[in-house]
Structure formats: structure tokens, C-alpha cells
């Protein structure tokens, strides 16, 4: 049966789960006369002062370009994958990030979170930020500019640290908008908005959606998601194969369900202190001008599932644990050794070259060196950064380390959650289950990429993170 409220959306199994897909595309002649209306140039006399153009696809919208006289905008048409509170999150988000921190962000000029309209779907629209993606600048830029860059996106961080209706952070886990603090008029955390909560049938799960007072309450509503998702597979299973995956999958759900309340409390009160945070903050999220400085700060709402199994949630108060991570653009394998260029194999860079500002085509120049050299000194320079990062945030936030030793387990155990929930790696996520039961922290990143040999559960190669983690593990009984 069709669901209403989400007219316009259905939903395709590509073999990695559901996969949204517009039933009819927003005409641009509507988009244009919404784009007009607003700008205030509605008159027929403003007809050719307006111009409109199809600009990309993301997981669930569709961006215009919108050239007026009266500047350049972006239109950005959402599919209704959680009605109203996905395009009222993120203007709200927007609305006081601009307001309350200096991160550049798109000014909002209008919105219409419902369907109610000519264009048929919800819709923002937002002021165009200058740049490009930093994607497309960083073989360029020099290791001192990405410095700046990276103690630039520390600041942020700080920023939204104190950023909320308390004026340090919010209390509660879940996306802005909901409502507004009677006495400051900033938006307090509402239900979430995730994809792990709404892709496909999940939308309809009878599952709490927030907001949740504690990170325990809102993992175990991930939980609960995951497993009544692999009880319906099992019953359903056609096969061997898709019998034992839904077996092996609830039973590392069910195991990450028996630790929960020895990871998180249980009861917290008053509840949990949250920030906002930006989960998806990428090189393609963050834009720079030809020098390499920020400009502006895109994709808080980019709402997508990752291959690597983690998830990217829709800007929205989390955790002060979350928040204790590095930025996405800074995540990769340890390298504490700059690669030297000599040493790799040459190859011809033919087509691959491309321009930076030529932002239809995703190849970027190689130099005529193989990829393995840009995947090695990328971890290198992430290597490097994120001291970069952590010496930025201990100047701006007094205890930073701390933060991040007693959030490691943590970060850990939603890693855990998220890759569970789309099926990655689970005989390697229950070895880590197992350890932390046996009171051993591994690092969950460590014990992904070699596993545990069942001989030597503490193999040399795994490393432990943190003396935070450490305790929390000796606590678990």
C-alpha cells in the first residue's frame, strides 16, 4: 500500500538495500516559478532576468542552479524519504549555525518543508557558496595550507561545541526544528533524521525516533531496527545463503544488544549533552578558493550510507563522544612515513587529467603516478593533520584528550551498530564483541582490517586505543 505522505518516492533493492527513486521528476518550469515568486521578481516583466539549471543528483535531492538578478542561488528539491522534518532540520541547522558560529554557511532565503506546492515536493532555497570542493584542489594545495585548512575546521568544531539552547550544546539526540526554546527562539532536537531510520520499510518500523535522551536509547532503537529487519529476512529466507546471513547478522545484533547498557547507562538524567555535528565532513563538503582557503562548509543534510558500511547521519545534535572524532576528511590508515614518489610505478595519465574547476567529471590529475602513490601520501598528510587537529582542539577545548580517550569504546561500539545494520563485515565485528566481553579493548578499525586468530585473542598487531576505553572495558562485567 502507497504511503501518502511520502508521494513521489519509491524504493529499488539494488543488492545493497533500499535505494530511493523519484516516481516523476520536478518540472523546472515549476522550480523556476517558485525560484521567481521568491525572490520577489513575479512580475512578467522578470521572465528573462531568471535562469534555471539542472546542477546534480545527491542520495535524495536534486540541485538547481538558480542565476537572477538579484544573485546566484541553489534550489534544492528533496524526495519526502521523512516528510517535513528533513528540509525543516536542515534549515533550522543552517539558520543557527550562520547565526550563532562564523562557519560559512548558505543563507537560507525560503523553504516549504511540506508538498503542498507547484513543484510537488519539499524544497530550500539557499544562497550559492563560492568555490570548489577541496576534492578537487588537494593534490595542489601545499602541506601548509592544508594545515590551515585543517586548524580552520578545528575552529569550527569548537564553535559548535558551544553552539545551542544552552549556550554549550543541546540536551537530547535528534535533528533541529521540532520547536523553538521559548526564550531564544533557537530549535531544540526533534526526531531524528537518518537513513537508518527511514530507507525503505524501515520507516515504518514501531521503533522510538527520538529525541532520545541518552545514547543508549538511541542505539537500541538501532538495534531493534536491525534485528526486526534480519527476524523478517529469516522468515523469508529462499535459501542457504540468505538464511545464514540473516543468522550471523542477528546474532551479532543481539550481542551488541547484551553489552549496550554496560557501554552506555541506561537512565540518564537530565538527559544526555548533545552538539550539533556534521558527520559527512568530506574534501567534497568543504569549499576553497584558488588559494586554498575555506569558503564555505556544504552537505549538512547529504544523508547517505556509505560503502565502508558507516553511516552518515543528517546534521543533527549527537553525543559529545561523537563529536569526539576526527572530521571525515581526516580518517584513514596510520602513515607516519611520506611516500617517496620514486618509488612507484609511472603510468600513462592520458584522460585521467582533468581540470579542478571542471566539476562534471570526478577524475583528478595523477601526474602520471599510479593511484597507489595518492591513496599513500593521503593517509600520510591524514596522518599527519590529525596531530594538526588534536593540537588545535586541545588550545580551544581544555581536556580535549580526555574527551577523546572516554569516547574511544564508544565511537567504537556505533561503528559496530552502523555496520551491522547494512551487513559489512560482521564475522570480524563479533570477534570485537567477543573481546570486549572478555574485558579486552581492541580498536574496532584494527581488528576490521586482520581480524583475531582464534589461538591468540590479543594478537601483537592489534592495538589498544585508549586508557578511557581501557576503564570503561574493566568496568563491563
Same mark, same amino acid.
Given at each position: 500500500m502507497r504511503d501518502a505522505s511520502r508521494d513521489g518516492l519509491a524504493w529499488d533493492d539494488n543488492g545493497l538495500g533500499p535505494e530511493p527513486r523519484w516516481i516523476r521528476d520536478p518540472d523546472i518550469r515549476a522550480v523556476a516559478r517558485?525560484?521567481?515568486?521568491?525572490?520577489?521578481?513575479?512580475?512578467?516583466?522578470? *521572465?528573462?532576468?531568471?535562469?534555471?539549471?539542472?546542477?546534480?543528483?545527491?542520495?535524495?535531492?536534486?540541485?538547481?542552479?538558480?542565476?537572477?538578478?538579484?544573485?546566484?542561488?541553489?534550489?534544492?528539491?528533496?524526495? $519526502?524519504?521523512?516528510?517535513? &522534518?528533513?528540509?525543516?532540520?536542515?534549515?533550522?541547522?543552517?539558520?543557527?549555525?550562520?547565526?550563532?558560529?562564523?562557519?560559512?554557511? $548558505?543563507?537560507?532565503?525560503? =523553504?516549504?518543508?511540506?508538498?503542498?506546492? *507547484?513543484?510537488?515536493?519539499?524544497?530550500?532555497?539557499?544562497?550559492?557558496?563560492?568555490?570548489?570542493?577541496?576534492?578537487?584542489?588537494?593534490?595542489?594545495? @601545499?602541506?601548509? +595550507?592544508?594545515?590551515?585548512?585543517?586548524?580552520?575546521?578545528?575552529?569550527? +568544531?569548537?564553535?559548535?561545541?558551544?553552539?545551542?539552547?544552552?549556550?554549550?550544546? =543541546?540536551? /537530547?539526540?535528534?535533528?533541529?526544528?521540532?520547536?523553538?526554546? /521559548? *526564550? &531564544?527562539?533557537? $530549535?531544540?532536537?526533534?526526531?531524528?533524521?537518518? @537513513?537508518?531510520?527511514?530507507?525503505?520499510?524501515?520507516?515504518?518500523?514501531?521503533?522510538?525516533?527520538?529525541?532520545? @535522551? /541518552?545514547?543508549?536509547?538511541?542505539?537500541?532503537? +538501532?538495534?531493534?531496527?536491525?534485528?526486526?529487519?534480519?527476524?523478517?529476512?529469516?522468515? *523469508?529466507?529462499?535459501?542457504?545463503?540468505?538464511?545464514?546471513?540473516?543468522?550471523?547478522?542477528?546474532?551479532?545484533a543481539r550481542k551488541l544488544l547484551r553489552i549496550l547498557h554496560k557501554v552506555f547507562?541506561?537512565?540518564?538524567?537530565? $538527559?544526555?549533552?548533545?552538539?550539533?555535528?556534521?558527520?559527512?565532513? @568530506?574534501?567534497?563538503?568543504?569549499m576553497v578558493d584558488n588559494k586554498g582557503g575555506v569558503t564555505a562548509v556544504i552537505g549538512w543534510y547529504a544523508t547517505l550510507l556509505l560503502l565502508s558500511g558507516m553511516l552518515t547521519e543528517c546534521a543533527t545534535t549527537m553525543p559529545r563522544w561523537v563529536a569526539s572524532q576526527a572530521p571525515e576528511f581526516l580518517r584513514g590508515a596510520v602513515r607516519e612515513t611520506r611516500p617517496d614518489r620514486n618509488c612507484y610505478t609511472d603510468v600513462d595519465n592520458g584522460s585521467n587529467a582533468s581540470c579542478a574547476d571542471d566539476l562534471d567529471d570526478d577524475s583528478l590529475d595523477n601526474e602520471g603516478k599510479t593511484e597507489l602513490y595518492w591513496i599513500h601520501l593521503m593517509e600520510y598528510e591524514q596522518t599527519q593533520l590529525r596531530k594538526v587537529y588534536a593540537a588545535r582542539m586541545r588550545q580551544l577545548r581544555p581536556g580535549w584528550d580526555m574527551e577523546v580517550e572516554e569516547g574511544a569504546l564508544k565511537v567504537d561500539f556505533l561503528g559496530a551498530v552502523s555496520r551491522c545494520g547494512s551487513g559489512f563485515y560482521l564475522r570480524r565485528i563479533e570477534q570485537w564483541v567477543d573481546a570486549v566481553e572478555r574485558k579486552e579493548y581492541l580498536s574496532l578499525m584494527e581488528v576490521l582490517r586482520v581480524g583475531i586468530k582464534k589461538e591468540n585473542s590479543n594478537i601483537a598487531g592489534l592495538k589498544t586505543t585508549s586508557s578511557g576505553a581501557l576503564t570503561l572495558v574493566s568496568r563491563l562485567s
Open positions: 517558485v525560484c521567481r515568486r521568491h525572490l520577489g521578481m513575479a512580475d512578467a516583466a522578470s *521572465e528573462d532576468s531568471l535562469d534555471v539549471f539542472f546542477h546534480g543528483d545527491g542520495a535524495f535531492n536534486k540541485l538547481y542552479r538558480v542565476n537572477s538578478i538579484h544573485g546566484h542561488f541553489m534550489m534544492r528539491v528533496s524526495l $519526502p524519504v521523512d516528510p517535513r &522534518n528533513k528540509t525543516r532540520g536542515e534549515a533550522a541547522t543552517l539558520q543557527l549555525v550562520r547565526r550563532k558560529t562564523d562557519i560559512p554557511v $548558505p543563507d537560507v532565503v525560503a =523553504f516549504d518543508d511540506s508538498r503542498s506546492n *507547484e513543484i510537488g515536493y519539499e524544497w530550500l532555497l539557499m544562497d550559492r557558496m563560492p568555490g570548489v570542493p577541496a576534492h578537487y584542489r588537494w593534490r595542489k594545495m @601545499s602541506m601548509a +595550507q592544508k594545515e590551515t585548512l585543517t586548524a580552520r575546521v578545528a575552529a569550527f +568544531q569548537a564553535q559548535l561545541f558551544r553552539c545551542g539552547n544552552l549556550g554549550d550544546g =543541546f540536551r /537530547s539526540i535528534g535533528a533541529l526544528g521540532a520547536g523553538l526554546d /521559548s *526564550e &531564544n527562539g533557537i $530549535p531544540e532536537p526533534g526526531p531524528i533524521v537518518s @537513513s537508518f531510520f527511514f530507507s525503505g520499510p524501515r520507516y515504518h518500523y514501531p521503533v522510538p525516533r527520538g529525541p532520545f @535522551s /541518552s545514547s543508549h536509547d538511541w542505539l537500541r532503537a +538501532q538495534l531493534n531496527i536491525i534485528i526486526k529487519e534480519h527476524t523478517t529476512a529469516l522468515a *523469508e529466507a529462499k535459501n542457504d545463503d540468505d538464511r545464514e546471513y540473516a543468522e550471523s547478522a542477528l546474532r551479532v547507562p541506561a537512565i540518564v538524567h537530565p $538527559p544526555e549533552r548533545t552538539v550539533v555535528w556534521h558527520d559527512d565532513l @568530506s574534501l567534497r563538503n568543504i
